[in-house]
């Protein structure tokens, strides 16, 4: 999906969860400070698997059995001939880890995978939701010995003998509801872009999920596990929702309706089964209730759309992102921005439309926001503060909601303050380097395995291999970073000269 790309500001969002209502609003995709802030139909029979107990190193001798070994974790998983590729339906797998030597405890037991994403749903690599799970005693249909599950067809929300079952997948936090993201056909890194992002966010100390790079083999034949079935490289990822390791907000229990939401705004992706607000003056899609779902009854769906509006009005600024933007909001507690989610087009890679300049990759300006959509220079969220820089789309998708906030000076004078804090430590350029150098290193090998999986899509003519291509679309985005981590210490700095920021902001800060 398309959108803004001003993600360095991510500490501004680490404002927004502590400042009051007006000031705390979540942000744009892309923004000031978004990226910081603070199953359908089943096959007759489900496959055989190993009783849940059974844990340990089965994954790890099958694979050495076909002479497969890597220095990442590996995730095998078996749907026992039934085709893994549409999105939405759910299907029963067999899965194990083998976990290459890392210190965490091998998963081998049953699990519902599907495919996920928007736009990700149509490439050759698909990534998968997946639900961990077990046999339920207790239902009827594992009295009946699976013949309801054979009968009803489906693995979620009928009896069909099985129950979540909550683990640490990976060595995460224990929980069900996992994601095996296998990067896209766009950002070359190989999915390096979402987990830079969710990376500095958690060192920013705001939650965003935890990413293990793992290597998947899918086994959709029948057959016996081989080498045929590799996959590829993928980030194992955790499932936004609310829980005490993820979105740690209040449960929703009445009379008060303030409180937890986890909520996201999708542009127009809206599925069957969405909750959604609204309607809200003044948006053109609604805002979805990711969570809870089952007990956000009428009641609390008025209360939240009410506390939309006033916020809307408050601020005065009705149309304010583009998609994939998550905001949650704890009981009693005001709307704050976050986790971060979905950076994959981010960092310079895409790409300007429908800004003035879109058609030459971006260039225009530099106007009141100081560079173009792409380039390392600029705020993305005043771009379209020159109304003839956005004749197409005025409003561009971009926060008005920022624009309004950046115009008060305690805002203004709190995010530089917030910079400096980070760029002192967790985003220091040492630290950054660091991060890319052990990275990097740890999974070039099986991103190179990758790339001879899906060579035909992955590998473009101007790069002489696979190798070069990655290495240099690596140091392209390592480059970009580091001359906006550049250009916003200067914007900041101009903000403590002015009297509205830190005494100073230091560029080579934490080395």
């Avoid at 910081?36 to 059995?65: H, I, N, V």
């Avoid at 998609?323 to 909001?329: F, I, L």
């Avoid at 991103?447 to 992955?458: C, P, T």
């Amino acid at each position: 999906m398309r959108r803004g790309l001003l993600w360095a500001a991510l500490g501004l969002a680490c404002l927004l969860a502590a400042a009051s209502s007006a000031a705390a609003a979540p942000g744009a995709r892309r923004s000031l400070a978004q990226a910081a802030a603070a199953p359908a139909s089943q096959p007759s029979a489900a496959p055989a698997a190993p009783a849940p107990a059974a844990e340990g190193g089965a994954c790890c001798e099958q694979l050495a059995a076909i002479g497969f070994s890597s220095n990442l974790p590996v995730v095998v998983l078996d749907t026992a001939g039934q085709p893994l590729d549409t999105k939405g339906k759910d299907v029963p797998v067999r899965m194990c880890t083998c976990n290459s030597g890392q210190p965490f405890k091998d998963y081998e037991g049953l699990a519902s995978a599907s495919v996920r994403g928007t736009t990700s749903a149509n490439a050759t690599k698909k990534s998968f939701a997946v639900t961990l799970q077990q046999p339920d005693n207790k239902s009827k249909a594992a009295r009946d010995g699976g013949s309801s599950a054979a009968a009803n067809g489906n693995s979620t929300g009928k009896d069909d003998g099985l129950k979540s079952r909550s683990f640490a997948f990976l060595g995460m936090p224990a929980d069900e509801d996992w994601i095996l993201y296998g990067g896209d056909e766009v950002d070359l890194t190989q999915g390096m872009r979402n987990w830079l992002t969710y990376n500095l966010a958690r060192a920013s100390g705001r939650y965003a999920s935890r990413t293990v790079w793992v290597e998947v083999f899918l086994v959709d034949n029948g057959a016996p596990l081989s080498l045929d079935d590799y996959h590829g490289i993928y980030i194992g990822l955790e499932k936004l929702k609310i829980a005490k390791q993820r979105v740690n907000v209040s449960k929703l229990v009445a009379p008060n309706l303030s409180g937890g939401y986890l909520l996201s705004y999708e542009n127009d992706n809206i599925e069957a089964g969405d909750v959604t607000l609204g309607p809200i003056k003044g948006w053109d899609h609604p805002v979805l209730v990711k969570d809870p779902k089952k007990n956000a009854t009428v009641e609390a769906l008025a209360w939240l759309t009410q506390y939309f509006q006033a916020f809307q009005d408050a601020l005065e600024a009705p149309d304010w992102l583009r998609g994939s933007v998550y905001m949650h909001k704890d009981r009693d507690g005001p709307l704050a921005a976050g986790p971060a989610w979905d950076y994959n087009e981010a960092y310079g890679l895409c790409c300007g439309y429908p800004i003035e300049g879109w058609d030459k990759q971006g260039v225009s300006g530099p106007g009141q926001a100081g560079g173009s959509a792409i380039s390392p220079e600029g705020w993305r969220f005043l771009i379209c503060a020159d109304q003839e820089r956005c004749q197409i789309d005025p409003t561009d998708g971009i926060s008005r909601w920022y624009r309004r906030m950046w115009q008060d000076p305690r805002f203004s004078s709190g995010a530089a303050q917030r910079w400096a804090e980070l760029r002192a430590g967790p985003w220091s350029d040492a630290q950054i380097d660091r991060m890319f150098t052990e990275t990097t290193a740890q999974i070039k090998p099986a991103v190179l395995r990758n790339f001879d999986k899906y060579s035909a899509v992955l590998l473009k003519p101007w790069y002489s291999s696979a190798e070069q291509e990655w290495t240099s679309e690596v140091a392209n985005l390592q480059s970009w970073l580091s001359k906006h981590l550049a250009w916003l210490d200067g914007e900041f700095a101009k903000q403590a000269s002015s009297g509205n920021g830190p005494a100073s902001v230091s560029p080579a800060a934490g080395r």
